[in-house]
């Protein structure tokens, strides 16, 4: 899971290498390890609600919006294209592999 939670705050940094070239020219700066450490954090504590001592991969997609949403600078071509922030997440989340 830790490794999941790396793979997608790093594709949102470089896109290339997660095979979403075609974001890198929308996204201005992306995720930090802050981003990543919060995320898990946030997984954690999602997973504790739903009375589990470990977190699954849709803890993570679940938390994910919400961690990265004011994370994320789009560039000016974003914004002229209207392309929102939760749809560069959404891409990520569907590209980088789930464990």
């Not at 020219?25 to 992306?30: D, E």
Request: aromatic share 6%.
């Amino acid at each position: 899971i830790e490794q999941y939670i790396v793979d997608i705050v790093h594709a949102t940094r470089k896109p290339e290498q997660h095979k979403l070239a075609d974001l890198a020219s929308l996204i201005a700066f992306g995720g930090s390890p802050r981003a990543s450490i919060n995320m898990a954090l946030a997984a954690k504590a999602l997973a504790f609600t739903k009375r589990r001592g470990y977190v699954i991969p849709e803890d993570v997609r679940a938390v994910c919006p919400d961690v990265l949403r004011h994370r994320l600078g789009l560039t000016y071509e974003a914004e002229a294209e209207d392309i929102q922030v939760g749809e560069i997440i959404d891409r990520v989340l569907n590209t980088v592999e789930v464990p």
